[in-house]
């Protein structure tokens, strides 16, 4: 399975560079599955396609303002962006230019609010920054940082929320669950009248997400680990709605990656939390969902190849092209599909 298998073309203005106004009004495509069909709707109409005793799992992790700048004592500005924690104040971290964070650089934030050390420095170049605080870590990087946004967004994003979801919770995600984003209170709502089932997982999204795939056998690319958390209730939640006859449709890549890690690993799905590297791409069995709801992805990326896996690399590469030519928008502020 080469990655060129895995590309389309994708002109520049589709990349969406800001949000909708209103979440729910991005477009939503339908995708059969099985037999590849494909409707046009708005977002909002997610409701219509599915059925009370249905259940959507969402991710509920909160992007953190992971984007900090350090100066040093040279007065040289570094740019860091923080990707994982590792051990209590130590943090893997991208840093632009590496060659002024070596071992044992220190680093001043926020006018003094915090300082940072290089501690060590990966095989891949991510730096280990050890930080030093008074008070609560996460209110003092809402002081220091900003919104961690794509590399392919070079807008800027004037309400800091629009990258979060409305039911974001537990701090620790370099990029945002963007399946998410189109859902509204509103429409939370809506679903749950319905007797739609919600239930919630935690992946917190590494920027793993965003790189793209070098090799050319796809076998041979690894994954970047994410932490995941699951809780008992959520997990009797969702294992009711599939014993009573209802599709488990996963909202997002990474909602999906926490899912299957939890039954490949325990066969069944119980309270548990870890790190995952699990990669699914066309010939994986999937274990527990029955439907998908996700973005347009990056041509070659590990994120279409999990959509293909689901459905068909065929029709889903169809599908793509189809939304291009009707000007859906692409990527993390995009529009979205539903695979059913």
């Not at 560079?17 to 599955?33: A, G, H, I, V």
């Not at 409701?47 to 040289?76: H, Q, S, W, Y």
């Not at 800027?156 to 963007?178: C, F, I």
């Amino acid at each position: 399975m080469r990655t060129k298998d895995f590309y389309f073309d994708l002109p520049d203005e589709q990349i969406a560079q800001t949000p909708l106004e209103k979440r729910d009004q991005s477009k939503l495509m339908y995708l059969n599955k099985v037999s590849g069909a494909i409707e046009h709707h708005i977002f909002a109409d997610v409701l219509d396609l599915l059925n009370p005793g249905d259940c959507l799992v969402l991710n509920n992790t909160r992007v953190l303002p992971a984007r900090i700048f350090g100066v040093k004592e040279t007065g040289a500005t570094v740019e860091f962006l923080l990707l994982k924690q590792t051990e209590k104040d130590v943090w893997e971290c991208l840093v632009k230019p590496g060659k002024k964070a070596k071992i044992g650089s220190s680093f001043t934030f926020g006018q003094g609010l915090m300082t940072g050390e290089v501690v060590d420095i990966t095989d891949e170049g991510s730096r280990m920054v050890k930080f030093f605080y008074e008070g609560v870590f996460e209110n003092v990087l809402e002081e220091v940082g900003t919104m961690p946004l794509p590399p392919y967004i070079t807008e800027t994003l004037d309400d800091q929320e629009r990258y979060q979801t409305v039911y974001s919770k537990h701090n620790g995600s370099a990029a945002a669950p963007t399946a998410g984003l189109h859902f509204t209170e509103d429409l939370m709502n809506k679903i749950k009248e319905k007797g739609i089932h919600i239930a919630y997982v935690t992946l917190h999204v590494g920027l793993g997400t965003f790189r793209p795939v070098k090799v050319d056998d796809v076998l041979e690319h690894k994954m970047h680990s994410e932490f995941y958390m699951m809780d008992d209730e959520n997990a009797d939640i969702i294992l009711n709605a599939k014993k009573n006859g209802g599709r488990i449709i996963s909202v997002g890549t990474t909602s999906t990656r926490t899912l299957e890690s939890v039954m490949q690993q325990h066969g069944t799905l119980k309270e548990c939390s870890g790190w995952t590297e699990i990669f699914i791409y066309p010939g994986y069995d999937f274990k527990i969902i029955d439907g998908l709801i996700t973005n347009f992805h990056l041509p070659e990326s590990t994120l279409i190849m999990l959509v293909s896996a689901f459905s068909d690399r065929e029709k889903v590469l169809h599908a793509y092209e189809t939304a291009v030519k009707e000007k859906y928008r692409f990527f993390s502020f995009g529009d979205a599909m539903i695979l059913l």
